[in-house]
């Protein structure tokens, strides 16, 4: 079946400029996870939403940072006011998610690479 | 503050050997410890993930050696292949919760 999707795959923004950066989960996973991944720095987790529940939002970095799911399907991640250290690759993971005590895979999608002029 | 430290931060194998990839961990509440691979341009894809109630897990030429008492956790890739030339990095959760990944290591398998 198809994976996890995310567009634009590349994307280039002028300094101060806003960005939105999309991902499609797999089909019936209730979990969505963000996380940015910078040169020399590994992946780092932005936000996680899970069926109905609020969001997590501990990891984003900025309150220019922010991201909305609709429909428990589609999620946009939304940079505004874009710096040059926003500059990385923005991966969006789907899971299942059955219930707290189990561990569900979290399948990547291929990314954004986000750079700022 | 750093929850995982993986090292090497990058490895040259020649083709036939053995890989080894070191990871150590903070949180004693972490119960789920994958391996994700990385091709360059691709997204994480996860290899082979362990849990802290077993000491090893092999799965075909991947091993992952887990030391609960030392807080470490190792992924061994036997007779190294070009193919498996990539980024590896390890990671750890407490249930579906976020994963918290090391910085990552570049492994190189030349002929």
């Known amino acids: 079946g198809a994976g996890v999707s995310q567009s634009p795959s590349n994307k280039v923004t002028e300094k101060g400029k806003d960005v939105e950066l999309r991902c499609d989960p797999i089909?019936?996973?209730?979990?969505l996870y963000w996380y940015r991944q910078s040169l020399g720095q590994g992946l780092e987790f932005l936000i996680y939403f899970q069926g109905n529940s609020a969001p997590d939002k501990s990891g984003l970095p900025s309150d220019r940072f922010s991201a909305e799911r609709t429909g428990g399907s589609v999620s946009t991640l939304t940079i505004q006011r874009t710096q040059q250290e926003d500059s990385a690759v923005y991966l969006c993971?789907?899971?299942?998610?059955?219930?707290?005590?189990?561990?569900?895979?979290?399948?990547f999608g291929p990314g954004t690479r986000l750079t700022v002029l | 503050q750093q929850q995982v430290k993986q090292s090497p931060q990058s490895l040259i194998v020649q083709k036939g050997g053995i890989s080894i990839i070191n990871c150590a961990y903070e949180?004693?509440?972490?119960?789920?410890f994958p391996w994700y691979q990385q091709f360059p341009g691709k997204g994480p894809a996860l290899l082979i993930a362990i849990r802290p109630d077993v000491s090893e897990k092999k799965e075909g030429r991947f091993t992952i050696s887990f030391n609960k008492s030392a807080k470490q956790f190792s992924l061994h890739i036997m007779d190294s292949q070009p193919g498996d030339s990539a980024t590896y990095f390890c990671a750890a959760s407490r249930g579906n919760t976020p994963l918290v990944f090391g910085k990552g290591t570049r492994l190189s398998v030349i002929a």
């Open positions: 949180n004693t509440a972490f119960d789920y």
């Open positions: 993971a789907s899971s299942l998610y059955y219930h707290t005590l189990s561990t569900d895979t979290q399948y």
């Open positions: 089909s019936g996973h209730t979990a």
